[in-house]
């Protein structure tokens, strides 16, 4: 227990400096465009209503899937920038949080802006107009200064909600408190989600305490408050940028970019690479928690180096093959196939598959006298399937579902961790399973047959992005992983990871696969 | 010499006509008030003078200017403005608000000080009032702020909008007599809207009527108490008249 809160406090300084950096910078850019755009509204009744609706229909969509939705089109826009300017920039990390979490914050800023300047006295305009003021002036010296304490109300709401929603920016590759929450979610570190979840709260608690300070210095003119309020914003400020400072003036910019979707074997395989990386001299960054279609991507963009992802996945979502002619010569075909349609290389074979299977508990399995998928359609009407997330939507379950004719009493989605959970409590009967899962061994469980071959082979590769193919440091350390971990090995080494009791760390897991 | 100058002066708000063609000139040093019911066009009138309103027709010359040419906020730095609501700036102190439009005018802290110093004494409130924000002040003592505002920047010219029709009676006499005492004293050219025929009689040289968006009656206070051929004009005269013969009688019993 003190042990995970150690490493995960250790890891603190980098993730808070950048949850400060991403939440402050964000509310500044969003002060920057929401404060003018009130003082407009302010003054049209029309515009107000426009700018209000917007902010206020960009607030309903869920702030994921805002984040998410800034990644493509940061991807278009960069590939039209490269096309003209031939320079392109990171659709991944800071710059679509940033843009995400800025549009998040403008709503209360605005509102309470507009509020702030209509709900001024029409005998003080109007008193501002008779002693001789322009415009310009009475906005500066009476309006804005009387609206201050109203306007300050609503960038203390916005720098909670940024805070808070900043968390998310971790599926898009940037670092950021909700490292924490992600990965100790997936890999059920409680200790990790807690302090991810402390530590963001207590920043929120924190700024919201000197914003109000400055508030109440403003609204009641005490200069004392609001100057001191404003100090420690800004030590505040300085003290969480210090560590990342410090970083980037010792190492300079990582060379490597390695690159995990979101679950435990990806973290592990990760710092598998990472380590060989280092070890030879190399200085590494990694971006996990990257959604699926974001890491090849990412990958193929070149804004990561180097990921492991599996040959059925490659084959159906990049090069949207639907049949299945064998492992061997899926791993030939893709690696042609992506060389070809991304310039991405297919490294190497890790030796294991993870493949998507349908996974049973025993008992269950042997009463119903369930086997194969065959066995599975002609009972299935009876019982209820659990998918992860993406299962449902993902070629492979449409292949499954149409080769034998699936059909549920009801199907239910969970984040992986409880998709198992669900499979003993009894919520769910069948799931979908990943056949590398330290879990299948642990929970006792089943992976019906496929007699058909409806899914295709997952073998676990190592892609390395268009950019990398020649840097000798990065094959060197890479290649030669290549066939050295069966699946008996990557199970018990995501079992560490993912038990209840006596977990080790990613890093840790990925020893156990070099012994 | 006339200071202020309205030629033919016509407003419309959404083709509904508030004022027409209404004329007139008023000399320096001279003290008018403009009278009537509510809607009958004062207000509207006074503030085309500061151009706080653009008349649709008709001219307004300052000192023989005429007023459209000029750019708006200059010119009401050069003119009084006090208005029933007062309008003091409620996030600055007495002193500042008080030397808001020498400010405006880049006067030096100095010169601000001692004329901020000077019309408190002007407008009769004790020195200590100026550190204080407008919240800590009583109604009366407010509307002595808002005319020295309005007087700070050295105007020749005050503009007063029902300037004690919020005050009760002790406070707004004694204050309309501050007022013309002021007017004497600075050699103002004064124009106060009031809708209190009352004071406009004891305090204005000049007594302007208006109905309906005209001028009806134009004359001096002694010339209207002795009868005015216009029946709107002699009732409106009728009632104070009637209220001070009463008074008159309950004082002698």
């Known amino acids: ?515 | 010499m006339t200071a202020i100058v309205l030629e033919k002066i016509g407003k419309t708000y959404d083709g509904g006509a508030v004022l027409e063609t209404a004329s007139l000139s008023i000399a320096k040093g001279q003290f008018v008030a403009l009278v009537g019911g509510s809607g009958a066009g004062k207000t509207t009138l006074l503030k085309t003078i500061n151009a706080l309103i653009a008349p649709t027709s008709g001219r307004v010359l300052i000192d023989g200017q005429d007023v459209a040419g000029q750019p708006g906020p200059a010119l009401r730095r050069r003119i009084g403005y006090v208005f029933q609501e007062v309008g003091l700036f409620p996030h600055l102190t007495v002193a500042q608000n008080i030397g808001v439009t020498p400010s405006l005018l880049d006067w030096p802290a100095d010169r601000i000080a001692a004329r901020v110093e000077m019309l408190l004494d002007l407008v009769d409130l004790p020195p200590d009032v100026a550190a204080r924000l407008p919240a800590a002040l009583s109604g009366g003592q407010r509307q002595r702020v808002g005319v020295a505002r309005a007087l700070a920047a050295e105007p020749s010219i005050l503009l007063m909008d029902e300037p004690f029709g919020a005050l009760d009676p002790v406070t707004r006499v004694a204050l309309a007599a501050d007022v013309r005492r002021l007017h004497e004293a600075l050699g103002l050219t004064t124009v106060m809207v009031t809708h209190d025929v009352g004071e406009a009689l004891l305090m204005a040289d000049r007594v302007v009527v208006m109905a309906g968006g005209k001028i009806i009656a134009d004359d001096t206070p002694a010339a209207l108490m002795a009868g005015h051929p216009d029946p709107r004009v002699a009732d409106l005269i009728a009632a104070p008249r009637r209220q001070a013969e009463k008074l008159a009688a309950l004082a002698h019993g």
């Open chain 1, 1 to 515: 227990m003190d042990d995970r809160l150690n490493q995960a406090l250790s890891l603190l300084p980098e993730r808070l400096g950048w949850h400060v950096t991403l939440s402050a910078a964000a509310l500044a850019l969003g002060l920057l465009i929401a404060l003018p755009l009130g003082v407009l509204a302010a003054r049209s009744p029309r515009l107000r209503w426009i700018s209000l609706a917007g902010a206020g229909l960009i607030q309903t969509i869920p702030s994921l899937a805002l984040l998410a939705l800034f990644y493509p089109l940061l991807l278009l826009l960069s590939g039209l920038s490269v096309k003209l300017t031939g320079h392109g920039f990171s659709a991944l990390g800071f710059l679509p949080s940033l843009l995400a979490l800025t549009l998040y914050s403008m709503l209360p800023i605005l509102r309470n802006t507009a509020a702030g300047l209509t709900g001024v006295d029409p005998a003080v305009v109007e008193a501002a107009r008779g002693v001789g003021m322009t415009d310009r002036q009475r906005l500066w010296r009476i309006e804005l200064p009387i609206a201050l304490p109203v306007i300050m109300a609503g960038v203390r709401t916005a720098a909670v909600w940024t805070i808070g929603a900043a968390t998310l920016s971790t599926p898009v590759g940037q670092t950021s408190l909700g490292d924490y929450i992600f990965s100790g979610l997936q890999t059920e570190d409680w200790v990790a989600v807690l302090v991810g979840c402390a530590a963001s709260a207590v920043l929120a608690l924190v700024v919201d305490q000197l914003l109000g300070l400055i508030e109440t210095g403003v609204g009641r003119r005490k200069r004392g408050l609001w100057i001191g309020g404003l100090a420690g914003l800004a030590l505040g400020l300085v003290a969480a940028l210090a560590p990342l400072a410090g970083g980037a003036l010792s190492q300079g910019r990582p060379s490597y970019v390695i690159g995990a979707k979101n679950f435990s074997e990806q973290y592990i395989l990760a710092e598998l690479m990472a380590g060989k990386l280092e070890a030879k001299g190399g200085r590494v960054e990694r971006k996990i928690n990257l959604g699926s279609a974001v890491a090849y991507r990412a990958l193929a963009a070149g804004e990561i180096d180097a990921y492991v992802d599996y040959s059925g996945t490659l084959w159906a979502n990049v090069l949207n093959r639907k049949d299945n002619p064998g492992r061997a010569a899926v791993l030939d075909q893709l690696k042609t196939g992506l060389k070809e349609r991304d310039g991405v290389v297919l490294l190497a074979p890790l030796g294991f598959e993870n493949a998507y299977a349908l996974a049973m508990r025993r008992d269950k399995a042997q009463a119903l006298g369930i086997k194969t998928l065959a066995d599975l359609a002609a009972k299935g009407s009876n019982l209820t399937m659990g998918g992860d997330l993406e299962f449902f939507s993902r070629p492979e379950w449409k292949s499954v579902e149409s080769a034998y004719g699936l059909s549920f009493k009801a199907r239910r989605q969970f984040q992986p961790t409880f998709m198992y959970r669900a499979l003993g409590s009894g919520e769910a009967d069948v799931i979908s399973a990943f056949s590398s899962d330290g879990r299948i061994a642990a929970d006792d469980l089943v992976l019906l047959g496929d007699p058909k071959g409806a899914l295709p082979p997952y073998d676990a590769v190592i892609l390395v992005s268009p950019k990398r193919t020649g840097d000798k440091r990065l094959i060197g350390a890479l290649s030669p992983l290549a066939g050295t971990i069966d699946v008996k090995t990557m199970q018990a080494a995501n079992y560490a990871v993912d038990r209840d009791a006596g977990k080790l760390s990613a890093a840790e897991a990925a020893r156990m696969l070099t012994r």
